[in-house]
């Protein structure tokens, strides 16, 4: 969670941050990820009317960040580099390089094995190239840990019509893990498929909405090799099915409610055919305080059901069986904070921004249980954020 949460801000709030509004607002719709984060450059550069602007690459930029994910026994740190720079007119490269170091002593470590501590390195190289009113993105990462050996490649297409009022997207990412475990080595793999469907839509001079859609297949081990499940009180091996499909849909709008003040909604419904189905609620404010500042806040409620196969603690023999806590009934809230601050600006030539987000998540499970308390499991975590963000 660490890792993900890590390269969405560094995405998001930096472009949020971008030198001019109208390449902010082209960069929000070519990332719809980012457009929440990226809601208070939406006043000014919808009502100075950028439809029909043909789509523009992102700026040249270098960012390095520190993180921190800490609760419920795990504590994830680690530095992240991120380098974009324009060939030509047409052509961005990009490259990240991202690193958690991990020290895990949570319940299911602590209750069925040792604490122990890991080291994850993650490389990403990408490009975009803007043909016309088309953007084409083309990704590859290669991320690894002593046990685990993860490779993905990703391609997107954006594509601006009506005069750039509109904008659809399509994607898909293959990826492929080596799954192992200590003192035995890589001993299995799985397959995932990703497809991924968008549309913005400009609504008014500081109105915006979009639609996603994704499709995601899963192939080979899906489970923990660590994680135990429990029958009758004892310990078992955990048995996950080995294929998995899911869908979800994410309904977003936004806008400016007056200069310098914007807000928006979202709401993500999740489902797959191992029986869970999630939803995902999330408010935020945005506001611009004089020329260094912009603040952004934000609450996020997620609730979900448990899979078929997730129990407790099993009183009959089933052919599969988990006692994988994400699998179970629970929910979360999220209350967060991102500042950003200019340091420098040197208007044609660059500027430099810090940056700093902070969240405090609450995690409440109703069928799992901490068998230390023989109560349902509960904790919070806080995630931190800090970097400088050069554009130039």
Known sequence: MAATDGRAVLVAIARSLGAVLRRGLAALRRQPGSAV??????????????????????ADRADAMLHVYEGGGLKAYGPAFLVRKKLGENLSLSANYYVDI?????????????????????????????????????????????????DATSVDVAQEVFGGMTTIALGFTRAEDQVGRKNDGFFDHAMHW????????ILSPSWLASIN???????GFLGSPYRVAR????????????????????????????P??????????????WAIKAHTFELGYSRQIGDPWLVDWYGRYYTQSKALFYSDNASSTTTYLSRNRQLSTFKSLS???????????????YDLKLNVAVERISFKFADFTDIRSGQAYKHDANVVQVFLSANF
Do not use: C
């Not at 984060?37 to 992102?58: D, E, F, I």
């Not at 209750?111 to 803007?130: C, H, L, Q």
């Not at 990703?194 to 839509?201: A, H, I, K, N, V």
């Open 37 to 58: 984060q990226a809601a208070g450059l939406l006043g000014g550069a919808l009502a100075s009317g950028v439809a029909g602007a043909a789509p523009t690459l992102p």
């Open 102 to 150: 991990v020290s895990n002593a949570s319940i299911d470590v602590v209750t069925t094995a040792s604490p122990y501590k890991e080291t994850r390195n993650e490389y990403i190289i990408g490009a975009d190239y803007v043909v016309r009113d088309a953007t084409l993105s083309v990704s590859t990462s290669h991320s690894k840990e002593p046990d685990y050996v993860a």
């Open 194 to 201: 990703r497809y991924r469907l968008g549309l913005t839509q």
């Open 213 to 219: 859609w994704e499709a995601v297949a899963d192939d």
């Open 231 to 258: 029958a009758f009180g004892a310990a078992v091996p955990e048995r996950n099915p080995r294929t998995r499909s899911s869908r979800a849909i994410k309904f977003r709008v936004l806008g400016e409610v007056k």
């Open 260 to 273: 310098g003040h914007a807000t928006r909604a979202e709401y993500r419904y999740f489902w797959d055919n």
């Open 335 to 349: 209350l967060g904070a991102k500042m950003a601050y200019t340091l420098k600006h040197v208007p044609g030539s």
